[in-house]
């Protein structure tokens, strides 16, 4: 469909394509019956939250008291269920609450779009050509083989479903028939859709038995180059830096490599994460969302709120910030991957390194400060 001109001529060719790979014409004209060009899902990606609101709004949006009043109702209702699920998979109760809670607010909000509407859209308006296509012939399977009917595939607009929010392809190989009906229903199902998130995490590599992470207290003097989710030792080296539980006491005796990450820099909270914090990482490629999952999970098992202090007073960045920064820290000769206000990994190395031209705290953290300081040099 890449040479298409217009929506419906895109829907079109790929009608036509996945008939060439086999899927049959009645499930198909079934499918995209109906379908519409739809302009505000191309224009969604830039306007995330995971990309535009400071990692403590968000928080306090997706981890609100509300929130995890309403998950520890729904974890008790679902007590027996999850401690059934952990004792198969491995996944433990809180995390599993965590991505329900995260992704659809334990079923209060699939989302409104149709699949198919939904990913051709992001096929034609997007210019995502492989990911529209890969999902839409996997779509087409769920109803050809799977028996589900494509008016029940209602989710977000990016073609996620269900109260995991599974993409069609995660529903092809990981989705799981918990209750034993005869087919995997991630929207009607709360045993199926939870049994079906903790497949998915074991699929990318869940080790029983160890936690995601914890809030940790830094030393005064702690290398801040070190903390970075690339960045990975064993427990022991962040001991011998002086890195304690929030309460001063010894860290635990984790196995494999280890990570710290300090979300809102220097001045803010600092978090110690495993190698299941990466696992989780895997279903949502986001630091604030990952850290989200795993506080809600733990607030609703019990746990308390974090003790660091946000930098609240910091004023967020604009879109148009966001680049202008990546711009200049590119004119700088700093590789920052995309000019496109997603702060990401390539983003804060980069600012890592105009930082320690500096001789700040090389954190990482890109706000108005670094900002000024980097027009300030251009003008020079």
Not at 111 to 116: A, D, E, H, I, R
Not at 120 to 142: P, S
Not at 349 to 373: H, M, T, V
Request: charged share 25%; hydrophobic share 40%; aromatic share 10%.
């Amino acid at each position: 469909p890449s040479t298409a001109v217009s929506y419906q001529e895109w829907v079109a060719k790929f009608q036509s394509y996945a008939l060439s790979k086999g899927k049959p014409d009645k499930v198909i004209q079934t499918a995209f019956a109906g379908v519409k060009e739809n302009p505000d899902i191309s224009d969604r990606p830039s306007k995330q939250p995971e990309f535009e609101l400071p990692i403590w709004t968000y928080l306090d949006r997706v981890v609100s008291d509300d929130r995890v009043s309403r998950g520890q109702g729904k974890y008790l209702e679902n007590k027996v269920l999850l401690a059934g699920i952990e004792h198969d998979y491995g996944v433990p109760p809180e995390v599993v609450m965590g991505i329900w809670g995260i992704e659809t607010d334990f079923g209060n909000n699939f989302g409104t779009y149709n699949v198919f509407e939904a990913l051709t859209n992001i096929g034609y308006a997007a210019e995502r050509q492989a990911f529209a296509c890969e999902q839409l012939l996997a779509a087409l399977d769920m109803v050809a083989s799977k028996n589900v009917a494509p008016w029940k595939m209602v989710g977000s607009w990016a073609g996620a479903m269900g109260h995991p929010q599974f993409l069609p392809s995660n529903y092809m190989t990981l989705a799981v028939d918990r209750d034993r009906s005869g087919t995997a229903d991630l929207w009607d199902s709360v045993p199926d859709a939870l049994a079906s998130a903790a497949n998915h995490l074991v699929d990318d590599g869940w080790r029983r038995g160890l936690p995601w992470g914890m809030e940790v207290k830094v030393p005064a003097k702690f290398p801040f180059e070190q903390a970075e989710i690339d960045i990975h030792y064993p427990i022991s080296h962040w001991k011998s830096l002086g890195v304690t539980r929030t309460d001063g006491s010894a860290l635990p005796d984790w196995t494999g490599n280890t990570m710290i990450f300090a979300p809102a820099g220097h001045t803010g909270p600092a978090f110690l994460a495993s190698e299941n914090f990466d696992v989780i990482r895997k279903y949502n490629n986001s630091i604030k969302y990952v850290l989200s999952v795993a506080h809600l999970g733990d607030r609703i098992l019990g746990g308390r709120r974090i003790v660091g202090k946000w930098p609240v007073q910091e004023q967020p960045l604009s879109l148009d910030e966001r680049k202008e920064v990546q711009a200049l820290l590119l004119a700088r000769g700093y590789d920052v991957g995309s000019v496109d206000g997603v702060l990401g990994l390539k983003s804060r190395k980069a600012a890592r390194g105009f930082q320690k031209d500096l001789g700040w705290p090389q954190d990482g953290f890109i706000n108005k400060a670094l900002l000024e300081e980097l027009r300030r040099r251009k003008s020079v």
